[in-house]
Protein backbone atom coordinates (compact mmCIF):
# COMPACT_ATOMS: atom_id res chain seq x y z
CA UNK A 1 0.00 0.00 0.00
CA UNK A 2 2.97 2.29 0.79
CA UNK A 3 4.59 2.22 -2.49
CA UNK A 4 1.31 2.70 -4.61
CA UNK A 5 1.25 5.68 -2.37
CA UNK A 6 4.31 7.12 -3.32
CA UNK A 7 3.96 5.80 -6.75
CA UNK A 8 0.17 7.80 -7.38
CA UNK A 9 1.48 11.07 -5.66
CA UNK A 10 4.13 11.47 -7.57
CA UNK A 11 2.10 10.84 -10.73
CA UNK A 12 -0.21 13.59 -9.04
CA UNK A 13 2.87 15.84 -8.91
CA UNK A 14 3.74 15.48 -12.21
CA UNK A 15 0.37 15.78 -13.53
CA UNK A 16 -0.11 19.19 -12.07
CA UNK A 17 3.19 20.60 -13.25
CA UNK A 18 2.32 19.59 -16.79
CA UNK A 19 -1.57 21.32 -16.04
CA UNK A 20 0.32 24.23 -14.97
CA UNK A 21 2.61 24.99 -18.02
CA UNK A 22 -0.62 23.92 -20.33
CA UNK A 23 -2.23 26.78 -18.06
CA UNK A 24 0.66 29.20 -18.61
CA UNK A 25 1.14 28.39 -22.55
CA UNK A 26 -2.47 29.27 -22.94
CA UNK A 27 -2.18 32.43 -20.93
CA UNK A 28 0.61 33.63 -23.20
CA UNK A 29 -1.48 33.44 -26.51
CA UNK A 30 -4.15 34.42 -24.98
CA UNK A 31 -5.26 37.98 -27.10
CA UNK A 32 -4.67 41.81 -25.14
CA UNK A 33 -2.47 42.64 -22.37
CA UNK A 34 -3.89 42.77 -18.66
CA UNK A 35 -0.81 44.75 -17.82
CA UNK A 36 -1.54 47.57 -20.59
CA UNK A 37 -4.73 47.63 -18.75
CA UNK A 38 -3.62 48.10 -14.96
CA UNK A 39 -1.30 50.94 -16.51
CA UNK A 40 -3.70 52.93 -18.47
CA UNK A 41 -2.92 52.06 -21.61
CA UNK A 42 -6.44 51.64 -22.90
CA UNK A 43 -7.10 54.80 -22.69
CA UNK A 44 -4.12 55.70 -25.63
CA UNK A 45 -6.22 56.44 -28.12
CA UNK A 46 -9.07 58.29 -26.44
CA UNK A 47 -7.23 60.76 -24.97
CA UNK A 48 -5.03 63.08 -26.46
CA UNK A 49 -3.11 64.08 -23.40
CA UNK A 50 -1.63 60.55 -22.59
CA UNK A 51 1.39 60.42 -21.41
CA UNK A 52 3.98 57.64 -22.71
CA UNK A 53 7.03 58.26 -20.33
CA UNK A 54 4.39 58.13 -17.39
CA UNK A 55 2.39 55.25 -19.24
CA UNK A 56 5.69 53.08 -19.35
CA UNK A 57 6.52 53.78 -15.72
CA UNK A 58 3.48 52.63 -14.55
CA UNK A 59 3.73 49.61 -17.05
CA UNK A 60 6.99 48.41 -15.35
CA UNK A 61 5.92 49.18 -11.80
CA UNK A 62 2.56 46.48 -12.40
CA UNK A 63 4.62 43.95 -14.36
CA UNK A 64 7.22 44.30 -11.72
CA UNK A 65 4.17 43.62 -8.82
CA UNK A 66 2.83 40.47 -10.66
CA UNK A 67 6.18 39.24 -12.30
CA UNK A 68 5.86 39.98 -15.76
CA UNK A 69 8.92 41.83 -16.26
CA UNK A 70 10.61 38.37 -16.49
CA UNK A 71 11.57 35.84 -19.41
CA UNK A 72 8.62 33.67 -19.74
CA UNK A 73 10.39 29.88 -19.06
CA UNK A 74 13.93 28.55 -17.92
CA UNK A 75 14.97 28.61 -21.62
CA UNK A 76 14.24 30.58 -24.77
CA UNK A 77 15.03 29.98 -28.40
CA UNK A 78 15.65 33.38 -29.97
CA UNK A 79 17.41 34.36 -33.29
CA UNK A 80 21.82 34.66 -33.11
CA UNK A 81 22.77 37.19 -31.60
CA UNK A 82 19.65 38.78 -30.02
CA UNK A 83 20.61 40.98 -26.79
CA UNK A 84 19.16 39.71 -23.94
CA UNK A 85 17.70 43.44 -22.97
CA UNK A 86 14.84 42.56 -25.60
CA UNK A 87 13.90 39.21 -23.68
CA UNK A 88 13.28 40.95 -20.50
CA UNK A 89 11.26 43.91 -21.05
CA UNK A 90 8.68 44.08 -18.76
CA UNK A 91 5.91 44.74 -22.05
CA UNK A 92 4.53 41.89 -23.56
CA UNK A 93 3.53 43.55 -26.91
CA UNK A 94 7.13 45.49 -26.75
CA UNK A 95 8.91 42.33 -26.40
CA UNK A 96 7.60 40.26 -28.78
CA UNK A 97 7.46 43.15 -31.11
CA UNK A 98 11.60 43.84 -30.60
CA UNK A 99 12.00 39.73 -31.21
CA UNK A 100 10.30 40.29 -34.64
CA UNK A 101 12.17 43.38 -35.68
CA UNK A 102 15.78 41.75 -34.71
CA UNK A 103 14.55 38.52 -36.73
CA UNK A 104 14.02 40.90 -39.43
CA UNK A 105 16.67 43.01 -39.57
CA UNK A 106 19.58 40.73 -37.54
CA UNK A 107 20.93 44.40 -36.42
CA UNK A 108 20.41 45.60 -32.36
CA UNK A 109 21.61 48.55 -33.20
CA UNK A 110 19.42 49.70 -35.55
CA UNK A 111 16.31 48.10 -34.23
CA UNK A 112 17.65 50.43 -31.05
CA UNK A 113 17.44 53.72 -33.04
CA UNK A 114 13.91 52.95 -34.91
CA UNK A 115 12.67 52.37 -31.40
CA UNK A 116 14.15 56.13 -30.29
CA UNK A 117 12.86 57.56 -33.36
CA UNK A 118 9.80 56.53 -33.31
CA UNK A 119 9.38 57.04 -29.52
CA UNK A 120 11.05 60.64 -29.96
CA UNK A 121 8.02 61.05 -32.59
CA UNK A 122 5.20 59.86 -30.50
CA UNK A 123 6.12 62.44 -27.63
CA UNK A 124 6.75 65.24 -29.97
CA UNK A 125 4.37 68.74 -31.06
CA UNK A 126 4.29 67.58 -35.03
CA UNK A 127 1.29 66.83 -37.30
CA UNK A 128 -1.19 64.10 -35.36
CA UNK A 129 -0.82 62.69 -38.78
CA UNK A 130 2.98 61.52 -38.01
CA UNK A 131 2.48 61.32 -34.35
CA UNK A 132 -0.57 59.00 -34.61
CA UNK A 133 1.80 56.98 -36.97
CA UNK A 134 4.66 56.37 -34.78
CA UNK A 135 2.77 55.11 -32.27
CA UNK A 136 1.03 52.99 -34.59
CA UNK A 137 4.42 51.80 -35.95
CA UNK A 138 5.73 50.73 -32.43
CA UNK A 139 3.10 48.13 -32.00
CA UNK A 140 3.36 46.06 -35.57
CA UNK A 141 5.79 43.24 -35.92
CA UNK A 142 5.84 43.89 -39.51
CA UNK A 143 8.68 46.52 -40.16
CA UNK A 144 7.80 46.44 -44.27
CA UNK A 145 4.49 47.31 -43.26
CA UNK A 146 5.03 50.27 -41.08
CA UNK A 147 7.96 51.60 -43.41
CA UNK A 148 5.61 51.09 -46.48
CA UNK A 149 2.93 53.83 -43.98
CA UNK A 150 5.82 56.08 -43.42
CA UNK A 151 6.69 56.54 -47.23
CA UNK A 152 2.80 57.30 -47.88
CA UNK A 153 3.15 60.40 -46.08
CA UNK A 154 3.98 63.74 -47.86
CA UNK A 155 6.92 64.38 -48.47
CA UNK A 156 7.14 68.18 -46.68
CA UNK A 157 6.52 66.04 -43.59
CA UNK A 158 8.99 63.37 -44.03
CA UNK A 159 11.51 66.31 -44.18
CA UNK A 160 9.73 67.67 -41.19
CA UNK A 161 9.93 64.75 -39.36
CA UNK A 162 13.74 63.85 -40.16
CA UNK A 163 12.96 60.33 -40.43
CA UNK A 164 13.70 59.73 -43.94
CA UNK A 165 17.44 58.85 -43.42
CA UNK A 166 16.87 55.98 -41.02
CA UNK A 167 13.81 54.90 -43.05
CA UNK A 168 16.31 54.08 -46.36
CA UNK A 169 18.58 52.27 -44.17
CA UNK A 170 15.94 50.24 -42.87
CA UNK A 171 14.85 49.54 -45.98
CA UNK A 172 18.64 48.99 -47.26
CA UNK A 173 18.82 46.45 -44.79
CA UNK A 174 15.34 44.45 -44.86
CA UNK A 175 16.84 43.78 -48.90
CA UNK A 176 20.09 42.75 -47.54
CA UNK A 177 18.78 40.24 -44.53
CA UNK A 178 20.20 37.22 -44.03
CA UNK A 179 19.39 34.08 -41.59
CA UNK A 180 20.91 34.28 -38.15
CA UNK A 181 20.43 31.07 -36.98
CA UNK A 182 19.06 30.12 -33.32
CA UNK A 183 20.58 30.31 -30.05
CA UNK A 184 18.81 28.81 -26.59
CA UNK A 185 18.97 31.20 -23.57
CA UNK A 186 18.77 30.20 -20.24
CA UNK A 187 17.32 31.99 -17.73
CA UNK A 188 17.38 30.10 -14.50
CA UNK A 189 14.75 30.18 -12.06
CA UNK A 190 14.41 34.02 -12.40
CA UNK A 191 11.06 33.49 -15.02
CA UNK A 192 7.60 34.15 -14.73
CA UNK A 193 6.47 29.91 -15.36
CA UNK A 194 8.95 29.15 -11.83
CA UNK A 195 7.38 32.53 -9.96
CA UNK A 196 3.97 30.74 -10.66
CA UNK A 197 4.74 27.04 -9.46
CA UNK A 198 6.54 28.47 -6.37
CA UNK A 199 3.47 30.68 -5.72
CA UNK A 200 1.58 27.28 -5.83
CA UNK A 201 3.84 25.75 -3.91
CA UNK A 202 3.87 28.20 -0.98
CA UNK A 203 0.64 29.18 -1.35
CA UNK A 204 1.32 32.69 -2.01
CA UNK A 205 -0.55 33.14 -4.97
CA UNK A 206 0.04 37.39 -5.29
CA UNK A 207 -3.00 39.75 -5.91
CA UNK A 208 -5.89 39.84 -8.12
CA UNK A 209 -5.24 41.90 -10.97
CA UNK A 210 -8.96 43.25 -10.62
CA UNK A 211 -9.57 44.68 -6.90
CA UNK A 212 -5.90 44.10 -5.63
CA UNK A 213 -7.00 41.28 -3.05
CA UNK A 214 -4.78 38.20 -2.32
CA UNK A 215 -5.87 35.66 -4.60
CA UNK A 216 -5.48 33.77 -1.46
CA UNK A 217 -8.30 34.95 0.49
CA UNK A 218 -10.53 35.42 -2.23
CA UNK A 219 -10.23 31.96 -3.21
CA UNK A 220 -10.64 30.93 0.38
CA UNK A 221 -14.04 32.68 0.39
CA UNK A 222 -15.21 31.51 -2.81
CA UNK A 223 -14.02 27.86 -1.20
CA UNK A 224 -16.01 28.08 1.55
CA UNK A 225 -19.58 28.63 0.05
CA UNK A 226 -18.95 25.98 -2.34
CA UNK A 227 -18.07 23.42 -0.55
CA UNK A 228 -20.67 24.24 2.11
CA UNK A 229 -23.48 23.83 -0.89
CA UNK A 230 -21.93 21.37 -2.58
CA UNK A 231 -20.44 19.04 0.19
CA UNK A 232 -24.10 19.26 1.52
CA UNK A 233 -25.79 18.37 -1.53
CA UNK A 234 -23.32 15.68 -2.04
CA UNK A 235 -24.02 13.96 0.95
CA UNK A 236 -27.77 14.55 1.25
CA UNK A 237 -27.88 13.30 -2.40
CA UNK A 238 -26.19 10.16 -1.67
CA UNK A 239 -27.54 9.23 1.71
CA UNK A 240 -30.86 9.15 -0.38
CA UNK A 241 -29.66 7.67 -3.66
CA UNK A 242 -28.13 4.43 -1.79
CA UNK A 243 -30.78 3.49 -0.18
CA UNK A 244 -33.51 4.20 -2.53
CA UNK A 245 -31.37 2.64 -4.99
CA UNK A 246 -31.29 -0.59 -2.79
CA UNK A 247 -35.04 -0.38 -2.03
CA UNK A 248 -35.67 -0.13 -6.08
CA UNK A 249 -33.48 -3.00 -7.13
CA UNK A 250 -34.23 -5.61 -4.72
CA UNK A 251 -37.35 -4.36 -2.36
CA UNK A 252 -40.15 -2.23 -4.10
CA UNK A 253 -42.64 -3.72 -6.31
CA UNK A 254 -42.57 -2.88 -9.79
CA UNK A 255 -45.61 -0.29 -9.92
CA UNK A 256 -44.02 1.60 -7.12
CA UNK A 257 -40.63 1.39 -8.68
CA UNK A 258 -41.88 2.56 -12.59
CA UNK A 259 -43.40 5.89 -10.43
CA UNK A 260 -40.58 6.57 -8.72
CA UNK A 261 -38.44 6.41 -11.34
CA UNK A 262 -40.67 8.73 -13.36
CA UNK A 263 -40.66 11.24 -10.74
CA UNK A 264 -36.83 11.26 -10.18
CA UNK A 265 -36.59 11.70 -14.23
CA UNK A 266 -38.83 14.17 -14.64
CA UNK A 267 -36.62 16.08 -11.67
CA UNK A 268 -33.59 15.07 -13.44
CA UNK A 269 -34.41 16.42 -16.96
CA UNK A 270 -35.27 19.84 -15.52
CA UNK A 271 -32.06 21.86 -16.55
CA UNK A 272 -30.22 23.26 -12.88
CA UNK A 273 -30.94 27.01 -14.06
CA UNK A 274 -34.47 26.27 -14.59
CA UNK A 275 -34.90 24.16 -11.19
CA UNK A 276 -33.45 27.21 -9.43
CA UNK A 277 -35.65 29.72 -10.92
CA UNK A 278 -38.67 27.58 -10.11
CA UNK A 279 -37.57 27.47 -6.63
CA UNK A 280 -37.20 30.75 -5.85
CA UNK A 281 -40.44 31.43 -7.45
CA UNK A 282 -41.85 29.15 -5.32
CA UNK A 283 -40.26 29.42 -1.60
CA UNK A 284 -39.42 33.15 -1.67
CA UNK A 285 -42.32 34.84 -3.06
CA UNK A 286 -46.15 35.17 -1.94
CA UNK A 287 -47.20 34.19 -5.59
CA UNK A 288 -47.99 31.20 -4.73
CA UNK A 289 -49.04 31.28 -1.30
CA UNK A 290 -45.58 29.48 -0.44
CA UNK A 291 -43.09 32.56 0.75
CA UNK A 292 -41.56 30.18 3.32
CA UNK A 293 -38.00 30.79 2.84
CA UNK A 294 -35.99 34.24 3.06
CA UNK A 295 -35.17 35.74 -0.60
CA UNK A 296 -31.86 33.74 -2.48
CA UNK A 297 -29.33 36.40 -2.51
CA UNK A 298 -25.81 36.81 -0.29
CA UNK A 299 -24.01 39.85 0.70
CA UNK A 300 -21.07 40.24 -1.63
CA UNK A 301 -17.88 41.57 -0.05
CA UNK A 302 -17.01 42.30 2.97
CA UNK A 303 -19.20 40.94 6.06
CA UNK A 304 -18.11 40.97 9.14
CA UNK A 305 -16.98 37.35 10.69
CA UNK A 306 -15.42 34.53 9.30
CA UNK A 307 -16.72 32.69 6.17
CA UNK A 308 -18.34 29.69 7.80
CA UNK A 309 -20.09 32.41 10.00
CA UNK A 310 -21.24 34.46 7.40
CA UNK A 311 -22.59 30.61 5.76
CA UNK A 312 -24.02 30.28 8.91
CA UNK A 313 -25.97 33.78 8.84
CA UNK A 314 -26.89 32.86 5.22
CA UNK A 315 -27.88 29.15 5.90
CA UNK A 316 -31.66 30.08 4.74
CA UNK A 317 -30.41 31.40 1.47
CA UNK A 318 -28.69 28.56 1.04
CA UNK A 319 -31.27 25.94 1.17
CA UNK A 320 -32.56 26.36 -2.79
CA UNK A 321 -29.26 25.95 -4.07
CA UNK A 322 -28.87 22.73 -2.12
CA UNK A 323 -32.08 21.20 -2.77
CA UNK A 324 -31.64 22.21 -6.51
CA UNK A 325 -27.95 19.95 -6.68
CA UNK A 326 -29.81 16.85 -4.57
CA UNK A 327 -32.71 16.85 -7.34
CA UNK A 328 -30.89 17.24 -10.59
CA UNK A 329 -28.75 14.55 -9.34
CA UNK A 330 -30.77 12.02 -7.43
CA UNK A 331 -31.88 10.13 -10.21
CA UNK A 332 -28.39 9.57 -11.79
CA UNK A 333 -27.21 8.46 -8.09
CA UNK A 334 -30.22 6.11 -7.33
CA UNK A 335 -29.90 4.68 -11.28
CA UNK A 336 -26.69 3.92 -10.52
CA UNK A 337 -27.27 2.33 -6.84
CA UNK A 338 -29.97 0.57 -8.63
CA UNK A 339 -28.37 -0.87 -12.40
CA UNK A 340 -25.17 -2.18 -9.97
CA UNK A 341 -27.10 -3.67 -7.34
CA UNK A 342 -29.16 -5.83 -9.61
CA UNK A 343 -25.79 -6.61 -11.54
CA UNK A 344 -24.58 -8.35 -7.90
CA UNK A 345 -28.23 -9.97 -7.54
CA UNK A 346 -27.73 -12.01 -10.34
CA UNK A 347 -23.81 -12.78 -9.10
CA UNK A 348 -23.45 -16.97 -8.42
CA UNK A 349 -21.86 -15.91 -5.20
CA UNK A 350 -25.36 -14.74 -3.83
CA UNK A 351 -26.67 -18.18 -5.74
CA UNK A 352 -24.31 -19.93 -3.79
CA UNK A 353 -25.59 -18.21 -0.55
CA UNK A 354 -29.28 -18.65 -0.85
CA UNK A 355 -28.19 -22.73 -0.76
CA UNK A 356 -26.16 -21.83 2.39
CA UNK A 357 -29.66 -20.99 3.51
CA UNK A 358 -28.64 -17.18 4.28
CA UNK A 359 -31.37 -14.93 4.44
CA UNK A 360 -32.47 -12.74 1.30
CA UNK A 361 -32.09 -9.37 3.52
CA UNK A 362 -28.57 -10.38 5.15
CA UNK A 363 -27.47 -11.64 1.13
CA UNK A 364 -28.57 -8.29 0.21
CA UNK A 365 -27.19 -5.74 2.83
CA UNK A 366 -24.02 -8.16 3.79
CA UNK A 367 -22.65 -8.39 0.66
CA UNK A 368 -24.85 -7.45 -2.55
CA UNK A 369 -24.78 -3.62 -1.53
CA UNK A 370 -21.47 -3.37 -0.42
CA UNK A 371 -20.24 -4.48 -3.61
CA UNK A 372 -22.28 -2.31 -5.54
CA UNK A 373 -20.76 0.48 -4.09
CA UNK A 374 -18.03 0.23 -6.04
CA UNK A 375 -19.69 2.59 -9.24
CA UNK A 376 -20.58 4.77 -6.36
CA UNK A 377 -17.47 5.07 -5.32
CA UNK A 378 -16.29 6.00 -8.77
CA UNK A 379 -18.78 8.85 -8.82
CA UNK A 380 -17.80 10.28 -5.84
CA UNK A 381 -14.16 10.78 -7.28
CA UNK A 382 -15.62 12.69 -10.39
CA UNK A 383 -17.91 14.43 -8.10
CA UNK A 384 -15.51 15.55 -5.55
CA UNK A 385 -13.93 18.40 -8.01
CA UNK A 386 -16.80 18.57 -9.50
CA UNK A 387 -18.85 19.78 -6.26
CA UNK A 388 -15.24 22.17 -5.47
CA UNK A 389 -15.84 24.02 -8.88
CA UNK A 390 -19.36 24.61 -7.86
CA UNK A 391 -22.01 25.43 -10.42
CA UNK A 392 -21.35 28.97 -12.51
CA UNK A 393 -25.04 29.14 -13.63
CA UNK A 394 -27.04 28.02 -9.86
CA UNK A 395 -24.39 30.34 -8.28
CA UNK A 396 -25.36 33.41 -10.56
CA UNK A 397 -29.00 32.34 -10.30
CA UNK A 398 -28.57 32.53 -6.48
CA UNK A 399 -25.95 35.15 -6.13
CA UNK A 400 -23.70 32.74 -3.90
CA UNK A 401 -20.30 34.28 -4.61
CA UNK A 402 -18.49 30.54 -4.76
CA UNK A 403 -16.11 28.87 -6.88
CA UNK A 404 -17.93 28.76 -10.11
CA UNK A 405 -18.97 32.81 -9.79
CA UNK A 406 -15.71 33.56 -9.09
CA UNK A 407 -14.25 31.65 -12.23
CA UNK A 408 -17.20 33.61 -14.21
CA UNK A 409 -15.57 36.77 -12.73
CA UNK A 410 -11.96 36.46 -12.76
CA UNK A 411 -12.87 35.50 -16.84
CA UNK A 412 -14.89 38.62 -17.90
CA UNK A 413 -12.40 40.97 -15.77
CA UNK A 414 -9.25 39.12 -16.96
CA UNK A 415 -8.18 38.42 -13.65
CA UNK A 416 -5.56 36.21 -14.81
CA UNK A 417 -3.93 35.50 -11.68
CA UNK A 418 -7.12 34.03 -9.94
CA UNK A 419 -8.59 32.26 -12.99
CA UNK A 420 -5.07 30.28 -13.26
CA UNK A 421 -4.56 29.24 -9.33
CA UNK A 422 -8.53 28.61 -9.36
CA UNK A 423 -8.15 26.59 -12.49
CA UNK A 424 -5.07 24.71 -10.73
CA UNK A 425 -7.00 24.10 -7.51
CA UNK A 426 -9.85 22.37 -9.41
CA UNK A 427 -7.64 20.35 -11.37
CA UNK A 428 -5.34 19.19 -7.90
CA UNK A 429 -8.46 18.31 -6.31
CA UNK A 430 -9.90 16.03 -9.55
CA UNK A 431 -6.64 14.15 -9.30
CA UNK A 432 -7.32 13.89 -5.49
CA UNK A 433 -10.98 12.66 -6.39
CA UNK A 434 -9.19 9.81 -8.17
CA UNK A 435 -6.30 8.91 -5.52
CA UNK A 436 -9.26 8.44 -3.07
CA UNK A 437 -11.45 6.08 -5.07
CA UNK A 438 -8.77 4.43 -6.32
CA UNK A 439 -7.51 4.00 -2.54
CA UNK A 440 -11.29 2.99 -1.07
CA UNK A 441 -10.89 -0.02 -3.78
CA UNK A 442 -8.15 -0.89 -3.02
CA UNK A 443 -9.33 -0.66 1.01
CA UNK A 444 -12.94 -2.61 0.50
CA UNK A 445 -11.76 -5.68 -2.19
CA UNK A 446 -9.48 -7.65 -0.78
CA UNK A 447 -9.10 -8.81 -4.71
CA UNK A 448 -7.38 -5.50 -5.76
CA UNK A 449 -4.48 -5.40 -2.83
CA UNK A 450 -3.76 -9.45 -3.74
CA UNK A 451 -3.08 -8.64 -7.52
CA UNK A 452 -0.40 -6.64 -7.08
CA UNK A 453 -1.88 -2.68 -7.50
CA UNK A 454 -1.56 -1.59 -4.15
Known amino acids: MGRFIVIRLAGMLVTLLALALALFTLYQWLPGDPIENLAGGSRRDQEAAFDPKLYAQRYAIF ?3 YAMDRPYFYFSLVPGGMPGAFLRLSNHRQRSVFKSWYRQLGDADLVRSWVEELERLSASDQDMRVVNLARSASL ?3 LGASIR ?3 QLPEDLLQASEIKPLLDRLEVRLQSRQWLGLSLRWHGADNQFHQWVRGLWTGDFGRSMHDG ?5 KIKEALAWTTSINGLAM ?6 AVPLGVYLAAFAKPGVARWV ?7 YAIPVFWMATLLVVLFTSDTYGMNWLPSVTVSYGYEQGSAFQRIFRHLG ?9 ILTSLAYLTRQMEKSLHQQLEAPYLATARVWGMSRRRRIWSYAVPNALFPIITLLGSLFPLAIAGSVTLEFICNIPGMGRLLLDSILTKDWPVLFYTTLL ?6 IGIFLADLLYALLDPRVRQSGFA
Open 149 to 151: QFR
Open 140 to 142: QTS
Open 213 to 217: RPVSA
Open 261 to 267: QFLLYAA
Open 426 to 431: IGGLTL
Open 63 to 65: AGR
Open 317 to 325: QLLIPVLTL
Open 235 to 240: LLAFLI
